[in-house]
Nanobody
């Protein structure tokens, strides 16, 4: 069994910063892919920032230069540092990870989501 636990969502004023953290735990053999998506009310879930299986990062154009994703492989953790936040960044942020379990099964997992609200 694998779990993703997110933390760090909050209400913040425009121009402020937040740090989201996601920790994977359980029967993990390897993590191929780990990153962040978000979903605003009435909109589809969209990619924010991810580490792909090659360890490279990919960012949505709307967050480039403002958000930074980092990963601690030893702790199975991914962090999203969000700076210069805008009201349009308001959304529920979800952690996503593609994990190979100790039973060698490959599964995509989602966290429960954490609310980020940016006031103008």
């Amino acid at each position: 069994q694998v779990q993703l636990v997110e933390s760090g969502g909050a209400l913040v004023q425009a121009g402020g910063s937040l740090r989201l953290s996601c920790a994977a735990s359980g029967s993990i053999f390897n993590i191929n892919y780990m990153g962040w998506y978000r979903q605003a009310p009435g909109k589809q879930r969209e990619l924010v920032a991810v580490f792909n299986s090659g360890g490279r990062t990919n960012y949505a154009d709307s967050v480039k230069g403002r958000f930074t994703i980092s990963r601690d492989n030893a702790k199975n953790t991914v962090v999203l540092q969000m700076n210069s936040l805008k009201p349009e960044d308001t959304a529920v942020y979800y952690c996503n990870a593609e994990i190979i379990s100790t039973a060698r099964s490959l599964t995509s997992y989602w966290g429960q989501g954490t609310q980020v609200t940016v006031s103008s």
